[in-house]
């Protein structure tokens, strides 16, 4: 059911690379990207802060942008291998019919704005200015140690369309979610392990969460407590818990615009074409299907438009149980 | 608002010692310790499986009879440390018109059963067999690595009156619940740590849990992956979380009977006589303190009666903020 | 000083795939690498022993073959892409007037044995059978949960020519140890982290180690507490320690034959062309640059031959500064 | 072979409480015992500052004390339960015939400076002003988030004679050390885990290290690198390693003056009075019993000398193997 993968896409897109966020105040949302996750900041501007990973060489993984408007998401990038890609994709989007053009931004080098079908923006570059890699510093660790971003997970009202979309570029499912013929989440990648771009069905365009990766599973710990300590403890939305598809261990923390942020262990490794997908059954899976509660409704619902988008209602939403219908089965249960 | 601690009590009780469950199924709550919990085996007959956790040299923490009726918990034992406190013990209880009788037990030096004035079932003695500890057999290690039995958590119906009582005995409070002037818990010690026996508000007399240390917060993911793969994810009732008096980590399960054990990962130390309790108000203080969801409606109610007490209601029972309130406060604020 | 990068190389080997021992019992082996690493069998016949890591889908990352006489290494085996990549590796390696031929591997898909130009043996294929990920089967885990095979060393006469081989496959340095002009230590990668292959001047060719994963750092812990459980803890050669290049936690162990097994907690993500290499510089580098005691002289000349390779005398042996020359200076300075 | 234990002693010793130090630079150890160890700073005057660890609520556990003259160890503190303890013990000690002098200590209640028969210098309070604990701060966390003094150890010329004087005292083995019926080492405690004071045999009196617990064992590799990064990589004297007697994970650090400091992770429970302290054979025991390399000659033979204490030699020295011995052997194994 999942579809074709053009092993010899028309051109090569690498990685998920950085995600720019408008946030209402730039001060605040910086104190939380590095007090709670732990990020350090590259550079600051007037209206821009660039954050990125301890592990991470490349100049920012996170753009906070003040806005005086909504706290949408102006783009997701993701990074090509040669120069010569980004002209390659320029024609591909071209011929696709699709939006495609070139941008200044700084601390990158040539960059592409481009839309895939549904209107979701993306970003395409082939290289960032570096800085050192932070991940021995420990001295100057903060928050859960966030080491670098790992992928994005988008809404569509289409996911099998927009899987075929972006397996077209070479992004195949290391795990997907399915009922019965009808795909509802495709966890997708480009880089060797399980993700790059996880697409699940529901009213979008819109970034559900990006991820950033943590060493070992007590900082997802001190991510918890961090955010108790700051002031966020009801911005711990889900988790901490663990994943069915991929397994990893996770918390959900909504920044202070609401935009939702991934902390998750590891990822195994991915690369072989030999491997196939792991399907889930969406019958019979629950977001817990490991252990633990599951997510709430919001969880499920709410994420973060795209900036100029248009929003497209899904034809077929998604009907998980949540938290709340969890509890009022276990309230109905009580004598 | 504290009760006068007896620090010179007529007898020396060191600290919480085993306790002793009713269980349906004896081969299935074992696998359940063993698996999940990680404790070891140190005997077993047709009726009894006595367990304990890879630190400790003493014969059992957890004793699992089998039952063909109510799961109840028969006794939770204390240690003393004198066999001439037993005699104490006996001439206390008596004074105090409270049940008193001497028992012969497996594995245990001489035994007495005695009674707090609410009808909790306890168990006193001075000594037992001994066992290596396992705690470097790391090639036996099964489950969450439980280390050793720490602490009991009972209802009584009146806080107040129960650590008074308990006060007497040397226990003293490392923290505390309270409402105004009213005591709703009580979080007291025997041995340097914070805790051989918290104390809530609620009908009972009942064991509302009983508490086995981990080494690492792994542990604790461990414990609930474990669970999940056992068949028990429905039993991960609370957690992972943070506690607000205390400060661990923990998580509850319930067995396959329901009994709750949690496991946490450590505690501070006391001992010392001029540091105050901490003090925790109701009004301000709910279980999702530090970050988290409530816990649900159950962990605030259900209880393991002990075998044969009379059950007596409270005056003033708890009224927390459940997972069940929180949720439907959630829902109301949905569009 | 590094040579060229070819990175549109002739055929796409995209990881350290496995690696093939000739051990003296067998039986002895595989319980180490069970038991202390935590690899699982996927297979034995007769003469042959199959495992992988815990997270690994493919067939095996080390074979383990029954021998009579020295206790070799057969071949270290990478993966190409595509099936075709095989054939374009054929046609470069004979272009170049270097062993290649086509072999029957068992679980292997077609298989292609090739040599560098130092004798190195290796094996490419582009597929495998699959088995089953076990990465969250904890109730089957042992040993120090080795997650997947990450990378070689070997010892080359040659580091600057070998590196400059590699490198015309596309292989790139992510560091890489330098004295002066004269290149000792190239720690090169395809797959998106930090190592496929490092190569350390020495007489060669030879395989210094092969390396797995673990998640967390308490496993490096673990294995050391089972070599010494099981009887090998002679057999912790080097560490726990801090590496100067690659900046991992290891440890690492010598099997029952002497061949030397890595275990480390992680990599940074490599992936992106602008970033440079990092320096080290042999100058000022001892192997204990972080912390801890200098590796021992064994550490630094004790190598697995491959079979049948003619040992080449390099012409500029390192002259590392070794725990036993520092235990000299640490004496001489004792009153 | 034991001396035998008062369990009834004379006065009632709780806990090792602190230890008083001079040293040369006082800014510098400050920063060593913060940005490594990760103590608080409690207070800090000209001369003097107090230190504790996250864990305590106890004023200080580490006094520094600006010195012109040699690095000594001024005193070693331990707690009684009763201000009248301290009368009890100031009559022992007259009694014995040992020094014995009220003083007066900033920050504690009535203090007493006594000596045990060779000379080590004790103090003994039975209260001190408390602070808040600091230990769920955890953004105020530095280094290696030292909890809470745990330990001693100390030289003394006639191990069974010091073991003898502190059994009067109430002091448990838990552990010994014994070479055919000679005593060499005296793991030994009053509150309920492994360890107060140890006491090894070797010209004394002198401190050979104290120590502080960590949370979890991925504190000890931060130990170390923060070692590193902070100049003092040359520092980690030993580990780290796994104890053999109590066997619990360490490393030990020397301060800027050389004293010695161990970070370990845990200790199990004692308390109960009918478990056999557990015996380790010297002909048999090295110091890597478990595994990893033995402990250096320094960290054998070099000791804190207690301040104005006349050094005693013992009549048998340790004959260990150290790393220098063991690696002579290594050498002479090469070919």
Chains 1, 2, 3, 4 share one sequence.
């Not at 932070?134 to 100057?140: P, S």
């Not at 633990?292 to 998604?318: D, K, M, N």
Request: glycine share 8%.
């Amino acid at each position: 059911m999942l579809p074709e993968v053009n092993l010899r896409p028309p051109f090569n897109i690498t990685r998920a690379s950085h995600v720019v966020l408008h946030v209402a105040d730039l001060a605040k949302s910086r104190e939380f990207y590095v007090n709670i996750v732990g990020l350090v900041v590259s550079d600051q501007t007037e209206d821009t802060c660039y954050l990125r990973g301890l592990a991470e060489a490349c100049h920012h993984s996170l753009v906070l942008v003040q806005s005086q408007g909504a706290a949408t998401c102006k783009r997701i990038g993701f990074r090509v291998f040669f120069e010569e890609d980004l002209d390659l994709a320029y024609a591909f989007f071209k011929a696709e019919g699709l939006p495609a053009e070139w941008a200044e931004v700084a601390h990158q080098g040539r960059t592409l704005h481009v839309e895939d079908p549904y209107g979701t923006k993306l970003e395409l570059c082939a290289s960032m200015e570096t800085r050192p890699r932070m991940y021995l510093e420990i001295e100057k660790f903060k928050g859960a140690h966030g080491q670098r971003l790992d992928h994005y997970q988008i809404f569509s009202p289409d996911t099998h369309a927009s899987c075929a979309f972006y397996s077209r570029l070479g992004f195949r499912n290391s795990e997907y979610l399915a009922h019965g013929d009808q795909l509802l989440g495709a966890f997708m990648y480009r880089k060797g392990t399980c993700l790059d771009l996880a697409i699940v069905q529901n009213d979008g365009p819109c970034l559900h969460h990006f991820a950033y990766t943590v060493s070992e599973s007590h900082n997802i710990f001190t991510a918890c407590d961090l955010a108790g300590i700051y002031g966020y403890s009801a911005s711990v939305e889900r988790g901490p818990g663990r994943h069915g598809p991929g397994g990893m261990l996770f918390v959900y923390l909504r920044d202070p615009d609401g935009h939702r942020v991934e902390l998750f262990n590891s990822h195994y490794q991915t690369i072989d074409i030999e491997i196939e997908p792991v399907r889930w059954d969406a019958a019979t899976l629950s977001t817990n299907v490991r252990w633990g509660l599951p997510a709430p409704h919001r969880w499920y619902f709410e994420a973060t438009p795209f900036e100029g988008a248009v929003q497209i209602a899904t034809a077929s939403p998604p009907k998980p149980e949540t938290l709340e219908t969890y509890v009022q089965k276990l309230s109905a249960a009580q004598p």
